[in-house]
Antibody, heavy 123, light 107 residues
Framework: QVQLVESGGGLVQPGRSLTLSCAASGFTFKNYAIHWVRQAPGKGLEWVAV????????IYADSVRGRFTVSRDNSNTTAFLHMDSLRTEDTAFFYC????????????????WGQGTLVSVSS | EIVLTQSPATLSLSPGERATLSCRAS??????LAWYQQIPGQAPRLLIY???KRATGIPARFSGSGSGIDFTLTISSLEPEDFAVYYCQQRTNWPLTFGGGTKVAIK
């Protein structure tokens, strides 16, 4: 079955960097876009970024553009979210999610989600 | 950015009752709207996509309707496991955006 497992979260000081990983299995990873969505504790969902199936297309939310970078390694079926210049307002659970439809730009609904990894930004 | 406004914020109902949740978009989004369910402590789950298509494995008591700017998620008869938070999400324009959520609570 489809599985997405995030890792790499933790406590980090403001201004520092962190890289999250999303290990995928159970589907043809190289054919699907991967999204990152975050949720501050007790708050709603916020879309963060997408990387297309081949890594050629990346889009970011305004709140993270220039600080966060998405990438993927199709040979190892893993996606990454590298976060620089972290702020206290970046504190959230970060989820990776698989696009429902294969190929394309990735603007399709998210049919499978990981369980999330918590990033806490605090001094 | 397309803003999605969900109403009501909280819906208090009893098991067996019908739930009607609304999502309004700030501009035309055709039928490119999805609904997700989130149970506390869990990841969201896709229920409905393209306004009215049920995702794989979703029970028939969940249905979606609407197009343009106004959308509705209906749960025909609430089961105990349906008490959760529901989010709508649009995929017409970047950035993708979510509504603020509707909590379906036990009355």
């Amino acid at each position: 079955q489809v599985q997405l497992v995030e890792s790499g979260g933790g406590l980090v000081q403001p201004g520092r960097s962190l890289t999250l990983s999303c290990a995928a299995s159970g589907f043809t990873f190289k054919n699907y876009a991967i999204h990152w969505v975050r949720q501050a504790p007790g708050k709603g969902l916020e879309w963060v970024a997408v990387i297309s199936y081949d890594g050629a297309f990346k889009i970011y939310a305004d709140s993270v553009r220039g600080r966060f970078t998405v990438s993927r390694d199709n040979s190892n079926t893993t996606a990454f979210l590298h976060m620089d210049s972290l702020r206290t307002e970046d504190t959230a659970f970060f989820y990776c999610a698989k696009a429902l439809q294969s190929y394309g730009s990735g603007s399709s609904p998210f049919d499978h989600w990981g369980q999330g990894t918590l990033v806490s930004v605090s001094s | 950015e397309i803003v999605l406004t969900q109403s009501p914020a909280t819906l208090s109902l009893s098991p067996g009752e019908r739930a009607t949740l609304s999502c309004r978009a700030s501009q035309y989004i055709n039928t490119y709207l999805a609904w997700y369910q989130q149970i506390p402590g869990q990841a969201p789950r896709l229920l409905i996509y393209d306004a009215s298509k049920r995702a794989t494995g979703i029970p028939a008591r969940f249905s979606g309707s609407g197009s343009g700017i106004d959308f509705t998620l209906t749960i025909s008869s609430l089961e105990p496991e349906d008490f959760a938070v529901y989010y709508c999400q649009q995929r017409t324009n970047w950035p993708l955006t979510f509504g603020g959520g509707t909590k379906v609570a036990i009355k």
